[in-house]
Nanobody, 126 residues
């Protein structure tokens, strides 16, 4: 069964940190760019960060630049999202998604991602 599984979400105070993980099973992430997305209640899903297959190219939403860092460990078939200086407006369900790409040095939010995880809740509150 091909699937992505997110973990690492939870409740954290403003200014705190969390590290999300996205682990793949049933397929290798080597050929996939990976994106992190989030959806807050009553809002549309938005792209947060993405990383190319080799990890050499990353993109971030303006709202998280300087606070979030995406990385990948292809040997562990896992992608991470380190989130620092969290704010209440970061509260959302976070999803990872895999995009099979021909151009290995790219990643983008507006792509037809092939696989999606079930999501993990991140709540930032005092």
């Amino acid at each position: 069964q091909l699937q992505l599984v997110e973990s690492g979400g939870g409740l954290v105070q403003p200014g705190g940190s969390l590290r999300l993980s996205c682990a793949a099973s049933g397929f290798t992430l080597d050929y996939y760019a990976i994106g992190w997305f989030r959806q807050a209640p009553g809002k549309e899903r938005e792209g947060v960060s993405c990383i190319s297959t080799s990890g050499g190219r990353t993109n971030y939403a303006d709202s998280v630049k300087g606070r979030f860092t995406i990385s990948r460990d292809n040997a562990k078939n896992t992608v991470y999202l380190q989130m620092n200086s969290l704010k209440p407006e970061d509260t959302a369900v976070y999803y990872c998604a895999a995009d099979w790409v021909i151009v290995k040095s790219m990643c983008a939010f507006n792509r037809p991602y092939d696989y999606w995880g079930q999501g993990t809740q991140v709540t930032v509150s005092a």
